[in-house]
């Protein structure tokens, strides 16, 4: 089942002669339960793709579909809405909120959206993250890797159709990495996440099910692993 869907996206920043196009052109679809990595040297768009999946940006031209929805005919409220149900963005500096404890990050969406917690998930995502005996720890209590873990929940506590990672692992030490990089390959089997991951390390790609390689805004190989 296709899960999302994208259309001839492109986007431009400045206008004409000043005009730079960080993505041009860009379509393909993924499958519900993939796990996709998008690879790239710097400055090659995969952000920016990822970005504009996610709703976080808009395009100058192009579609988005997750799940049927074409998420740019939403207006800014209801695509804010629709990012909380349906979306789980990861990024590399954690994002996390500093007065708040670890249970109370993970759940922030679920209070965003006036949602009552689902206590057997978060118990279930806590043990999985390995966070039970940090519930209660602020975010500068907690190590790099940990933090992540936190984001990492928060992105999964209201089991959202698509999860974006933005090269989740560049910011911690090579120990911290395999663990994140396990832990998101064990969402993804585990809670059928479709997993979708920018990453600048090919050794992270090749555990993914399909890579996409990015280069001027273009997709210059998409390949399917397994």
Do not use: W
């Amino acid at each position: 089942m296709e899960i999302l869907k994208v259309e001839n996206l492109t986007k431009k920043y400045g206008k004409k002669e000043a005009s730079v196009t960080a993505l041009d052109n860009v379509s393909f679809s993924v499958e519900q339960g993939e796990f996709v990595a998008i690879i790239g040297a710097s400055g090659s768009g995969k952000s920016t793709l990822l970005h504009l999946i996610g709703g976080v940006d808009r395009p100058t031209s192009g579609k988005v579909f997750i799940n049927g929805t074409d998420i740019y005919k939403l207006n800014n409220d209801n695509l804010a809405i629709f990012r909380r149900r349906q979306i789980g963005l990861i990024y590399q500096f954690y994002n996390l909120i500093p007065i708040l404890n670890v249970k109370e990050n993970i759940t922030l969406p679920c209070d965003l959206d006036g949602k009552k917690v689902d206590q057997k998930r978060l118990n279930d995502l806590l043990d999985t993250l390995g966070l039970k005996n940090r519930i209660d720890h602020l975010p500068n209590e907690l190590s790099g890797g940990q933090q992540q873990r936190v984001s990492i929940g928060r992105a999964l506590i209201n089991n959202p159709a698509l999860v974006l990672a933005d090269e989740p692992t560049g910011n911690l030490d090579s120990k911290s990495s395999r663990d994140i990089v396990d832990l998101l390959k064990l969402s993804n089997k585990k809670y059928k996440q479709t997993l979708i991951l920018i990453t600048h390390d090919n050794n992270i790609a090749e555990e993914a099910d399909r890579v996409i390689t990015i280069q001027d805004g273009r997709i210059i190989k998409d390949e399917k692993l397994r």
